[in-house]
């Protein structure tokens, strides 16, 4: 068996970065792509034993098979196929099962490989951290490789730190050093080792999830959901008529339902021997059966929550349909991957996204999680390095960039060792005056400890005549020559600034306090503007801050500080006093 050449060089660049480093390494591949062939071919290429993990059996199953096409039959170790053995140069293992059982493992390993290696948690105590622990014993310049489709974790961003391209990924504590490979979706398509996925937005009905407020997790309260749901009855079953009559000319059909009552609800209006579901608490047994018959195409439907997203291979699905919202494009991707895979007589994948989540296929990760429904990814260039960064952001219907939310240049410097320095959304230090992370805690340049925000107001506020102004809106005016900024509350109480234009230090001083901090798109190049109706005219450019800062003075009121990108507890009234 010949690889592709994508899959080769996938290869090549595993052997040639373990040849220089001992650090640990990614892989990314499209769902479909083959990573249990690059997994084979590094297995047999490698010189001492080889141990690969994964979560679920179907992908233990599925690796082992593979390995054996390239090499010796490896050992499979997993309680979910019924096989605990160890003793093959390949090891092909569950998580699950050589965590609980280390004893089997007191050997070295030149190679660890870890399928769907998004997973991989940073807690000590989890079942990957203790196998690595376990492993390195036995050989401390143990090899660690990763392969995953999404390289992204809700709640901690990329799971690598630095990327070949001359990306900074996460620097706080990633669970892989390096990624050395990665390929795009839109090639395998175009290749044809991939099927054409047809993404459309809801046809005849959409739920709106607008409303919902990730959790500290990332993600949405499933009982968030159900409320919000049951509010939408008339558009679930508008939904499910829909892909019954799409599903007379389709061989599967994949529904991603967003909570169990809802998947309830989906099948009870499916109404047919047709259709199946699965959830967590579907036994091992039960969900084996139903698996097998979608395979073999004696059901059509398979409704589920949060099963299918990895682990599950059917090539004849050709159509997907998410019912569920998610704040997590990694989840989106491996949903939609589902159907990607090639299967006789099938064009095309049928992709329809109810939920409204707005994910763009073909576009690469941000490493965020998206801000709101309506961002999209955007490249904005540092004007330091002019490295494309790649944000999320909001543009208009000519694609241009109106608002960005990046914070820092993800390029690395000429050294390709450190992160660029240019920060386009930033927290000075009121010791030293570098400029932070606007989440930083403490500076990064003189180790001062920075403020809480919500402690610094409370401090404040305390203080006698001192207010905390909620901007709700902001009016840009030309007052004689002079920039008249009005902000306005809930209440549609004014505060009022003033700024010069007619010399060259006034408008740097306008720059500084107005221009730099309230620009949507911070980063991206300004017109030179020298008169207040420039400036008027260009209002679209500009954000309110969330809160001001003031100070009653004798004259009026003085602003103090303005902020922006503040999320505490002094957002609300209500929570002010408290």
Request: charged share 20%.
């Amino acid at each position: 068996m010949h690889l592709r050449d994508y899959q080769q060089q996938a290869v090549n660049a595993t052997i040639e970065f373990f040849k220089q480093h001992t650090a640990t390494a990614v892989l990314v591949l499209p769902t479909g792509a083959g990573k249990s062939l690059v997994i084979a071919e590094l297995a047999r290429q490698a010189r001492g034993r080889v141990l690969v993990l994964t979560h679920v059996k179907e992908l233990v199953a599925q690796n082992a098979e593979k390995v054996a096409l390239f090499t010796d039959s490896p050992s499979i170790f997993a309680a979910g196929l019924h096989k605990k053995q160890s003793s093959a140069k390949t090891v092909v293992a569950s998580v699950q099962s050589a965590a609980k059982n280390l004893s089997a493992f007191a050997q070295a390993f030149s190679l660890l490989i870890i399928d769907e290696c998004h997973r991989v948690s940073a807690a000590a105590d989890s079942q990957y951290q203790i196998l690595f622990q376990h492993l390195r014993q036995y050989n401390p310049n143990l090899k660690i490789l990763g392969l995953t489709a999404t390289p992204y974790r809700l709640g901690s961003g990329w799971i690598y730190r630095q990327h070949y391209h001359g990306r900074i990924g996460n620097t706080q504590d990633p669970i892989f050093e390096h990624c050395i490979f990665e390929l795009p979706l839109r090639p395998l398509i175009k290749q044809g080792y991939l099927t054409t996925p047809r993404l459309y937005d809801g046809l005849t009905a959409q739920y709106d999830f607008s409303q919902l407020i990730p959790t500290t997790q990332g993600d949405y309260a499933p009982a968030d959901v159900d409320n919000l749901l049951g509010k939408m009855g008339r558009a679930t079953r508008l939904i499910v008529q829909q892909l019954i009559q799409l599903a007379q000319h389709r061989k599967g059909v994949i529904i991603f339902a967003a909570t169990v009552k809802h998947a309830e609800e989906v099948m009870q209006l499916i109404n047919s021997e047709q259709a199946a579901l699965l959830t967590a608490k579907t036994t091992d047994h039960e969900r084996d059966q139903l698996i097998t018959r979608f395979k073999a195409q004696k059901i059509k439907f398979l409704v589920n929550v949060a099963v299918l997203t990895t682990g599950f291979d059917a090539p004849h699905v050709d159509l997907i349909a998410i019912l569920r919202p998610t704040a997590s494009v990694s989840l989106f991707q491996q949903m939609v991957g589902r159907g990607l895979r090639l299967a006789p007589d099938k064009a095309d994948c049928l992709i329809i996204d109810y939920a409204a989540n707005g994910y763009d296929l073909y576009f690469p990760e941000i490493g965020d999680a998206k801000p709101n429904s309506k961002a999209v990814p955007v490249q904005v260039p540092c004007p330091l390095c002019g490295f494309a960064n790649i944000f999320w952001g909001l543009t208009d219907s000519d694609g241009d960039i109106i608002e960005h939310y990046g914070r820092r240049c993800q390029g690395l410097q000429s050294d390709q060792q450190s992160q660029c320095d240019f920060r386009f959304r930033s927290r000075n230090c009121p010791d030293c005056g570098a400029e932070n992370d606007i989440a930083a805690r403490s500076c990064h340049s003189c180790q001062s400890v920075l403020v809480d925000p919500d402690k610094r107001l409370r401090e404040v506020l305390n203080k006698q005549h001192h207010h905390l102004f909620r901007c709700q809106s902001m009016l840009l005016s030309d007052d004689n020559g002079d920039l008249k900024v009005s902000y306005y509350d809930i209440d549609g109480n004014p505060f009022y600034r003033w700024f010069k234009l007619q010399s060259q230090p006034q408008r740097k001083a306008l720059y500084a306090a107005f221009i730099k901090p309230h620009s949507k798109a911070p980063g991206l190049p300004l017109p030179a503007f020298k008169t207040a109706s420039q400036l008027v005219a260009a209002a679209a450019l500009f954000q309110p801050p969330q809160l001001i800062l003031l100070k009653k003075q004798k004259q009026g009121w003085q602003h103090l500080e303005s902020i922006f990108d503040y999320q505490g507890r002094y957002q609300h009234e209500k929570n002010a006093n408290n």
